[in-house]
T-cell receptor, first 112, second 116 residues
Framework: AQTVTQSQPEMSVQEAETVTLSCTYDTSESDYYLFWYKQPPSRQMILVIRQEAYKQQNATENRFSVNFQKAAKSFSLKISDSQLGDAAMYFCAYNQGGKLIFGQGTELSVKP | EPEVTQTPSHQVTQMGQEVILRCVPISNHLYFYWYRQILGQKVEFLVSFYNNEISEKSEIFDDQFSVERPDGSNFTLKIRSTKLEDSAMYFC??????????????FGAGSRLTVL
């Protein structure tokens, strides 16, 4: 069964600095999708970024980018120029047959 | 932008009572999901629904749970006899097509269930 692991329960970053959240996963598939979701205190699940495993180029969405290492099964999220509004729980997720398998989450705090 | 709507936002119930959580998925979406998040834990898949039937369910989704799409727009999750451990945030989600991750899952804002 596919698993998703986020080894950092909590991370902290200074406003305007860069932070990287780690995620590893386990799969025997060759083509799949990976996602990062943000969950602010409102607990809404908001898609941040997604990556198709078939594409070698790392996905980028404004200040958010990923470092996708397929061989290592690693999918980290980099947040540049961190803002106070980035403070949230971040979940890494793997798409398995239409449903998402989530990691345990990393709680990011942003210090002014 | 189209959104998934969930009601109620918060429900408090007594143990043993029946609860129905309602969701209105995005209108042209065909695949529907329920997820659960116990406070402080990760989001867990409960059930997926397509073409008016369950396509997959997790171990969590036991006989106390049921889903239906009664009128072509609403998608409901029923918990027949709630237990304390059912206290959680329940998320509805929908997508246009099924197994490919190319089609992004859109989540509702969640329904918080508290069982006393």
């Amino acid at each position: 069964a596919q698993t998703v692991t986020q080894s950092q329960p909590e991370m902290s970053v200074q406003e305007a600095e860069t932070v990287t959240l780690s995620c590893t996963y386990d799969t025997s598939e060759s083509d799949y999708y990976l996602f990062w979701y943000k969950q602010p205190p409102s607990r809404q699940m908001i898609l941040v970024i997604r990556q198709e495993a078939y594409k070698q180029q790392n996905a980028t969405e404004n200040r958010f980018s990923v470092n996708f290492q397929k061989a290592a099964k690693s999918f980290s999220l980099k947040i540049s120029d961190s803002q106070l509004g980035d403070a949230a729980m971040y979940f890494c997720a793997y798409n398995q047959g239409g449903k998402l398998i989530f990691g345990q989450g990393t709680e990011l705090s942003v210090k002014p | 932008e189209p959104e998934v709507t969930q009601t109620p936002s918060h429900q408090v119930t007594q143990m043993g009572q029946e609860v129905i959580l309602r969701c209105v998925p995005i209108s042209n979406h065909l695949y529907f999901y329920w997820y659960r998040q116990i406070l402080g834990q990760k989001v867990e898949f409960l059930v997926s629904f397509y073409n008016n039937e369950i396509s997959e369910k997790s171990e969590i989704f036991d006989d106390q749970f049921s889903v239906e799409r009664p009128d072509g727009s609403n998608f409901t999750l029923k918990i027949r006899s709630t237990k304390l451990e059912d206290s959680a945030m329940y998320f509805c989600a929908s997508k246009m097509r099924g197994s490919s991750g190319a089609n992004v899952l859109t989540f509702g804002a969640g329904s918080r269930l508290t069982v006393l």
